[in-house]
């Protein structure tokens, strides 16, 4: 199984998405996600990043020190960083057996 589908079904627990799009295509949709759980539903954006186990210092540090970037991307990035360090350990450790 490839690393993108790995990551998809990762974010298909958190977000409906089509298990068919690009890694790219992937964010864009996240972004947009993002952008409206910071606006419209604050509690839900806290419960997606506790269960996927983004780091909040790390999360609260690249709020404050990133330019160019929306809030919603930057939430983005780093949701997406942490899902592929899963499919990352997963795979260190399922080829281990």
């Known amino acids: 199984m490839s690393d993108t589908t790995q990551l998809l079904q990762l974010v298909a627990k958190h977000f409906e998405v089509p298990n068919n799009i690009t890694e790219s295509h992937l964010r864009e949709v996240l972004v947009k996600t ?16 506790y269960r996927a186990d983004v780091d909040q210092y790390k999360l609260k540090d690249l709020l404050e020190n990133t330019e160019g970037k929306t809030t919603a991307e930057i939430i983005a990035d780093a949701y997406i960083e942490r899902q592929k360090a899963k499919v990352a350990t997963w795979k260190k450790y399922s080829s281990q057996s």
Do not use: A, P, S
């Open 34 to 49: 993002f952008e409206y759980l910071v606006e419209d539903d604050f509690q839900k954006l806290l419960q997606v990043l």
